[in-house]
């Protein structure tokens, strides 16, 4: 059996005394295809610093796989776009920790970057100011910058953050893509459960302090949302798609909160 | 005209290394949105010189108070210290207003030490600053600090670069974010503690955030927002010290009125190439 890339185990998390995720034990193994959705607040900032080794657990531990390269690919407006770079300068960067300290990217670097920028669809942009680009391009030349540094795993944090219908499936079957065409693992951080659980393999669910994790289909059904969300909550198909519908709260539920009112801040 | 700034061409040359080295530096202020982190650590180097002419007037201190640069770097390295810290933990407070608390308690100090202090003549012209007193000792000791600051930002811009585009990723191939910054902060810090003792507050931010700004606006790479911010605050320097020699105007405000003018034409420029 392979050995997985990230373990939890029995892991609390939180910042001081306060405990945001307690006791979660879960793997992520090589080829993994992990969606880890939750509203905003539920914890999935907490558990992705944790992965990315920028937050240690309270107790328990988060061992990760040694020698593991992450091709993270931040939220599309954490990046400042004041700086006047051009897009293959941004993709180098993910190759940066390659180069070595006080050293000048290489023609071999240049290529390299590229070709990722080639591998999502883009190899047409190089040359244009980042701050030039639309939202699916800026995100696009990120997934190229995680890519260019040959990861093992690529943990994309809300890729679809504010981007429109089209731009959010042309991002999502791109990660899909990736992730079939290389074999690479994913990791996607995302709060919006609906887009998110058509494309991946497996589910990380987070709300109010609760975790839980599986398959698509164990996680995507009614029991365990309904569960999930403290609402009733119905999961339908449509053309071979999941929709999450809440279902209509009764009056007398909506006026005293008694459906299970999740806090969404 | 030429013969009477010739006179002073040593003035002259000290503040063309404070504008190369300030102007370098000052593309990471105004990328990093932080340019009122170089006015505070200006004055807080400035309370320092204030509280080493305070202390020598009351013969406290020692030998160290007749050497102000050493109040003033340690204040200045302190500062950013304090900067680069709190940029990496954002503490309760906001970081501009923490940085707007240090601006107004670093000023104020420093007047109030200036105030009730007893030795020398000319103490606000120290910490106005006084271009036309660099000497040619000046200058050389500003290039031993100029020199080393700019090599290293020549041998490490890719780090510099990269800490300061986008922190978290940095952190996630193993950048030690707040090493760097910390670094580009000290960097920071020395070359205003230094300076400023001549240069004074006011042009020492000139040179830190006008040229950078010029930069920004007329160029399409980090390379050219370099180059452009090093040829403005350069020709600012000759073209407002040579003005001020004759025409008996205060050179660092001239200084800075032919900053503004450059970055005025470049912001025209910009405006121009818009709408072409």
Sequence with gaps: ??????????????????????????????????GLVGPNGAGKTTILRAILGSLKPMSGS????????????????????????????????GRYDRIGVGRRPTREDRQRAIDALDHVGIADLAERQLSALSGGQKQRTLIARALVGEPNILVLDEPTNGMDLV???????????????????????????????????????????????????EIMNEQVLSGMYGIPVEVDRFDGHRIVVARRLATRERLTGTGGEQRHD | MISTVWLFKDALYGALVIALACSVLGVYVVLRRIVFVGAALAEISSA??????????????????????????????????????????????PPDATIGVTYAVAAAAGILLIAKATVGEAHDIFLQGN?????????????????????????????????????????????????????????????????????????????????????LLLARSMGAIFAIAIGSAIVSAIVGFTLSVPFDLPSGPAIIAASGVLASIAWLARRGLRRA
Aim: hydrophobic content about 55%; glycine content about 8%; charged content about 15%.
């Design chain 1, 1 to 34: 059996m392979t050995a997985p890339l990230v373990k939890f185990e029995h892991a609390t998390l939180g910042y001081g005394r306060r405990v945001v995720l307690s006791d979660l034990s879960f793997d992520i193994p090589p080829g993994d295809f992990l």
């Design chain 1, 62 to 93: 988060v061992t990760i796989a040694l020698g593991l390269r992450f091709g993270y690919v931040p939220q599309r407006d954490s990046v400042d776009y004041n700086f006047p770079l051009k897009v293959t300068d941004v993709v180098m960067m």
């Design chain 1, 167 to 217: 731009s959010t499936t042309q991002i999502l079957s791109l990660i899909r893509e990736l992730h079939e065409r290389d074999n690479i693992t994913v990791l996607m951080v995302s709060h919006a459960l609906n887009e998110v659980a058509n494309y991946v393999e497996r589910i990380a669910l987070t709300l109010e302090g609760s975790f839980r994790i599986g398959n698509v289909d």
């Design chain 2, 48 to 93: 320092g010189i204030a509280l080493a002419l305070w202390l020598s007037g009351r013969g406290l201190g020692g030998e160290l108070t007749h050497h102000p640069v050493v109040f003033a770097l340690l204040f200045g390295l302190a500062g950013a210290l304090f900067f680069s810290v709190g940029q990496a933990t954002r503490a309760g407070v």
């Design chain 2, 131 to 215: 271009i036309l007193g660099i000497t040619r000792t000046d200058t050389f000791v500003l290039l031993g600090i100029a020199i080393p600051v700019l090599l290293a930002h020549l041998f490490f811009y890719k780090e510099f670069l990269f800490v300061s585009f986008d922190r978290e990723t940095a952190r996630t191939l193993g950048f030690h974010v707040a090493t760097w910054n910390a670094f580009l902060y000290f960097t920071l810090g020395l070359v205003i503690a230094f300076a400023m003792q001549f240069a004074g507050v006011m042009l020492v931010f000139n040179f830190l955030v006008l040229p950078a700004v010029t930069g």
